[in-house]
């Protein structure tokens, strides 16, 4: 086996540092840029579509079928934009899925002036393509910088949801109004607005590193053939990843979803259900200004078990008061523990695969994801009204016990072969 081309070992620095002259830490700071604009429209979508569903739907049934459509089509297209992603290179296939969601925004537009329901879920199914995309986001940068800053990176391009988290409703409910005679029309001409800003930011500004063979990339290719799928999914470092990615982003919408419903049948306000959730998307996204530090202080592994011990929190804080500081304590421990658990996971996956094998394995990863995601946020609503808020408090103690043992499994294993290395050494 012939050893790869050795690279000068300034190259390799300079495309790993995080400051202004590292091309892939420029990259994740654009991505950020991006992940406000894309948190910003589906915020809108996210805060309205269910109340035009219900206003243009023929069979009121129908109600929350745009709705349910934007997590169907993500979940569709995840797979799918992996393998996109690696035939067009990132730049180009992110500014297609930040097309197709002003593409959706618009015959949202044009349906809500029709009163055309039908044209209206084929809008909405936009805007979970450009969510599937986006979605890639955090891994793009995780993977155009070293492994010592990839946590960073990503913590970097999710600090752009903090402003958009609570921009994107006051904007939907400043915008609904602008037509009266087609009320919601302006929130989705919003949509589609910040949609194309956000492809034109991609075009403009984003580079392909890898693709321009990076140091770090070209650094990190091998002779190695790549893995079998089954292979990849045996190591410890990718089931830590899975189950720190799809546990905490399950949790989290099962209860997010039905937070807002409990408040209300506890007797609170309808705005304290909607200043539950804006304190709860602050959690989400504020600890990524200083995620990535917290990683490389106390390591990888402690973070993501910090993020579980937080998810329990809002779980034992739950089921012990309904009181309305009750719910946001919850509601904010909620946050940050995803937090955690998302930039830990992510970290963690981009960790797991060779060059060769990254569409299927962000693919697999996304795709489970946003499965699991999606069952979460049809089931919360049922489960609270058959079972109640503390029941469904109760029902995610042993899914952050399997994600739990999993990361101490790869704590573990990652433990012990740095001791085999340094015992070689």
């Not at 081309?5 to 002259?21: A, M």
């Not at 940068?141 to 988290?165: M, N, P, Q, Y």
């Not at 937070?259 to 007797?267: G, Q, S």
Request: hydrophobic fraction near 55%; proline fraction near 4%; glycine fraction near 8%.
């Amino acid at each position: 086996m012939s050893l790869p081309k050795l690279h000068r070992q300034e190259d390799v620095d300079r495309t790993s540092l995080p400051d202004s002259h590292g091309s892939g830490y420029r990259n994740a700071r654009i991505l950020a840029i991006c992940q406000g604009l894309f948190t910003c429209a589906i915020s809108i979508d996210l805060t309205l579509t269910a109340l035009t569903g219900y206003q243009l739907a023929p069979d009121k049934s129908l109600a929350t079928l745009p709705f349910a459509l934007i997590t169907v089509a993500g979940a569709v297209v995840t797979w799918f934009a992996a393998f996109l992603i690696q035939r067009l290179g990132r730049r180009l296939s992110f500014a297609l899925g930040a097309l197709a969601g002003a593409i959706g925004g618009a015959i949202s537009v044009w349906s809500v002036f029709h009163g055309h329901f039908w044209s209206f879920c084929i809008g909405t199914a936009g805007v979970g393509v450009f969510q599937a995309f986006a979605q890639y986001y955090r891994l793009a940068a995780a993977d155009a910088v070293s492994a010592e800053f990839k946590s960073r990176a990503i913590s970097t391009v999710l600090t752009g949801g903090v402003i958009a988290a609570v921009l994107g409703p006051a904007l939907a409910s400043w915008s609904k109004d602008l037509f009266p005679t087609a009320l919601f029309s302006g929130a989705y001409l919003m949509v589609a607005l910040l949609s194309l800003l956000s492809m034109v930011v991609l075009l403009a500004f984003y580079r392909d590193t890898e693709a321009a063979g990076g140091a770090a990339q070209a650094v990190a290719e091998t002779d190695a053939p790549p893995r079998s799928t089954a292979e990849i999914a045996r190591q410890p470092v990718f089931a830590a990843a899975l189950a720190n990615n799809v546990v905490g982003s399950m949790v989290m919408m099962f209860i997010m979803t039905a937070a807002p419903l409990a408040a209300v049948a506890c007797h609170h306000g309808i705005d304290d259900g909607a200043n539950i959730i804006q304190w709860h998307l602050v959690g989400m996204y504020a600890p990524s200004f200083f995620a990535g530090a917290l990683i490389r202080r106390f390591g990888l592994g402690p973070i993501v078990l910090a993020g579980v011990a937080l998810n329990l929190a809002c779980a034992l804080i739950a089921m012990a008061s309904t009181s309305l500081p009750a719910f946001y304590v919850a509601l904010l421990c909620l946050g940050v523990g995803w937090n955690f658990m998302f930039v830990g996971g992510t970290t963690l996956l981009a960790q797991s695969y060779r060059p060769s094998e990254r569409a299927r394995t962000q693919g697999l990863s996304e795709f489970l994801r946003y499965a699991a995601t999606a069952l979460a946020t049809l089931a919360a609503g049922p489960l609270l009204e058959h079972y109640g808020w503390s029941a469904l408090n109760l029902a995610i103690l042993p899914l952050l016990l399997i994600c739990a043992v999993v990361s101490v499994w790869w704590m573990l294993a990652n433990a012990a072969a740095a001791r085999n290395v340094a015992t070689a050494s």
